[in-house]
Nanobody, 122 residues
Framework: QVHLVESGGGSVQAGSSLRLSCAAS????????MGWFRQAPGKEREFVAG???????YYTDSVKGRFTISRDSANNAMHLQMNSLRTEDTAVYYC????????????????WGQGTQVTVSS
């Protein structure tokens, strides 16, 4: 079984930063794609950012220039550095892994973490 565990969420004021982490229970291969999704109450699950373990990164338009996704191959982990947080970033953030490669569609992801809450207040 593959287990993904998110950490780093919290409650912060607008304009501040948080760093989310996702640790995997297995070694991540270069063909894998890992991403972050978020879901706010009453809204659909939304792709936020993702990366090919081989290097390519992807972002939804609303976080470009503010969020940075990165990998930590030695520790089978990835991170999401979130700067200049806004109230609309408030959501539960989920880490996910797709075995077959790049996708922004939640249905294409095989494994999910339990989620971590991010709350941004003005």
């Amino acid at each position: 079984q593959v287990h993904l565990v998110e950490s780093g969420g919290g409650s912060v004021q607008a304009g501040s930063s948080l760093r989310l982490s996702c640790a995997a229970s297995i070694r991540i291969y270069s063909s894998s794609f890992m991403g972050w999704f978020r879901q706010a109450p009453g809204k659909e699950r939304e792709f936020v950012a993702g990366l090919r373990w081989s290097g390519n990164t992807y972002y939804t338009d609303s976080v470009k220039g503010r969020f940075t996704i990165s990998r930590d191959s030695a520790n089978n982990a990835m991170h999401l550095q979130m700067n200049s947080l806004r109230t609309e970033d408030t959501a539960v953030y989920y880490c996910a892994l797709a075995r077959k490669g790049y996708s922004r569609n939640p249905e294409d992801f095989d494994y999910w973490g339990q989620g971590t809450q991010v709350t941004v207040s003005s």
